[in-house]
T-cell receptor
């Protein structure tokens, strides 16, 4: 079975500073990787996904993530954050076969301070 | 085109009461899922339905039942609510082809006293 570990439960950062949210996964088979964002009292919205090809993927709102197979990581980055990026971020994986349900990490709360 | 809708948005139950959470999607997708979200645990799969008339257990199915009566609707039922079922419940539906976005509803916040 696959699993996802998000190493930081909370990340405080000042506005316009860079940020990295860490995600590691484990799986014995190929997986697809996703980052979702959840703004307060809302559902989840897809930020970006890695299915195949280039290991650097770009998403919405200036976020990007890099897939590293040897380190089984899929860290999310943004070079300059805004107050509006304050939200909870979830890393998720799904297998390339079967029911395609997502396995989520525990989430990282990004708190952008002025 | 509303995507995935859920009702109700909020609900408070007493221990032992029953209720049904409703989910509907207007994207003509085959698959639908129910997740629960608890602090520090991310989202966990309760039940899923790969197509109309089929359902299967996920990671945390105990205490729940589901019904997929048609392609649009997938309901989650708590027969005898327990405080451990206090959570936020999300319904989701992925595209049928490819591995793109899974569309989520706005969630139902349930409190069991």
């Amino acid at each position: 079975a696959q699993s996802v570990t998000q190493l930081d439960s909370q990340v405080p950062v000042f506005e316009e500073a860079p940020v990295e949210l860490r995600c590691n996964y484990s799986s014995s088979v190929s997986v697809y990787l996703f980052w979702y964002v959840q703004y307060p009292n809302q559902g989840l919205q897809l930020l970006l996904k890695y299915l195949s090809g280039s290991t650097l993927v770009k998403g919405i709102n200036g976020f990007e993530a890099e897939f590293n197979k040897s380190q089984t990581s899929f860290h999310l980055r943004k070079p300059s954050v805004h107050i509006s990026d304050t939200a909870e971020y979830f890393c998720a994986v799904t297998l390339d076969t079967g029911r395609r349900a997502l396995t989520f990490g525990s989430g990282t709360r990004l708190q952008v301070q002025p | 085109n509303a995507g995935v809708t859920q009702t109700p948005k909020f609900q408070v139950l007493k221990t032992g009461q029953s209720m049904t959470l409703q989910c509907a999607q207007d994207m003509n997708h085959n698959s639908m899922y129910w997740y629960r979200q608890d602090p520090g645990m991310g989202l966990r799969l309760i039940y899923y339905s790969a197509s109309e008339g089929t359902t299967d257990k996920g990671e945390v199915p105990n205490g729940y039942n589901v019904s997929r009566l048609n392609k649009r609707e997938f309901s989650l039922r708590l027969e005898s609510a327990a405080p451990s079922q206090t959570s936020v419940y999300f319904c989701a539906s992925p595209r049928d082809r490819g591995w793109g976005e899974q569309f989520f509803g706005p969630g139902t916040r349930l409190t069991v006293l």
